[in-house]
């Protein structure tokens, strides 16, 4: 079992920036690929960004590329999501996923524990 637990979420001005962290505990955290996943009132949860285990590899949605970064320290069970260039669409729940992904890393299924979200609120 793994538990997540995100934070950083806030409200922020259009071309702001906030930094969402998610610390991981129970089972060993370097063995999961690591996703960020959001949620808009009223829309269907989406892929941000994912994460490998080794961290070595790196994937985005289309929306979100070149203004957001994920990360993660293994050492700390820490995964990062650096959002700049903030805007009024990026407002959601985001979620913090885990799990042995051996397909796709936008597909949610492939995730095992999910957290409890943080609110990201941008204002325009």
């Known amino acids: 079992q793994v538990q997540l637990v995100e934070s950083g979420g806030g409200l922020v001005q259009a071309g702001g920036s906030l930094t969402l962290s998610c610390a991981a505990s129970?089972?060993?955290?370097?063995?999961?690929?690591m996703a960020w996943f959001r949620q808009a009132p009223g829309k269907e949860r989406e892929f941000v960004a994912g994460?490998?285990?080794?961290?070595?590899?790196?994937y985005y949605a289309d929306s979100v590329k070149g203004r957001f970064a994920i990360s993660r320290d293994n050492a700390e069970n820490t995964v990062y999501l650096q959002m700049n260039s903030l805007k009024p669409e990026d407002t959601a729940v985001y979620y913090c996923?885990?799990?042995?992904?051996?397909?796709?890393?936008?597909?949610?299924?492939?995730?095992?524990?999910w957290g409890q979200g943080t609110q990201v609120t941008v204002s325009s």
């Open positions: 996923a885990a799990g042995r992904v051996r397909g796709q890393m936008a597909q949610s299924w492939e995730y095992d524990y």
């Open positions: 129970g089972r060993t955290f370097s063995n999961y690929a």
């Open positions: 994460i490998r285990w080794s961290g070595g590899s790196t």
